[in-house]
């Protein structure tokens, strides 16, 4: 298995550029978040979606937008770069919502806007 | 509504003492917790999950966390450091899907 992959691993974007960052899981689950992580600000939730057609707006979703065709493929869309948006990027998956399902992530995407 | 205070933004340690990385919580229910860890350039790891079964949980690689109700904590401990432990450790409370919050995150490094 390989669990969650994120692409690309790095990636430089000019102000005003668009791009989709890609994510997908093997294990069959439901639920499927991203988050942004900053420096020393945890990961913060930006979309999330409990199965294929159904995504919600997470902390911060602002600049962003997803789509969920698949139970597999869960893509984030930037469709107007800006600066505020360079952070590392996480895609993640879990079974459920309950105790006993812990999130897998991916290795994350790295983000510069410039 | 949830939160989550990892006290120490930074811990150091000398390989083979203890390591203790401390962890508050708030919630308004009965809390579902979670350590994470991160090594340089990866993704988040599960370290260990409190499922009210037992308030001693234990996790991989010799690392165990102890719910405190009466504390509302939940600090992730090790006997014996080990270089291989020098990451970065995230505390978590989750209630739902949209209600996952994470800690800020402790940095642990290992003196040889």
Redesign the interface.
Known sequence: NAGVTQTPKFRILKIGQSMTLQCAQDMNHNYMYWYRQDPGMGLKLIYYSVGAGITDKGEVPNGYNVSRSTTEDFPLRLELAAPSQTSVYFCASSYSQGTNSPLHFGNGTRLTVT | AQSVTQLD?HVSASEGTPVLLRCNYSSSYSP?L?W?VQHP??????LL????AATLVKGINGFEAEFKKSETSFHLTKPSAHMSDAAEY?CVV?R???K?I????TRLSIRP
């Open positions: 933004s579902s979670f994470y350039n990866k993704g988040l790891q599960l999950k409190y499922t009210s995230f989750s739902s899907a949209s996952i994470f800690g800020s995150g």
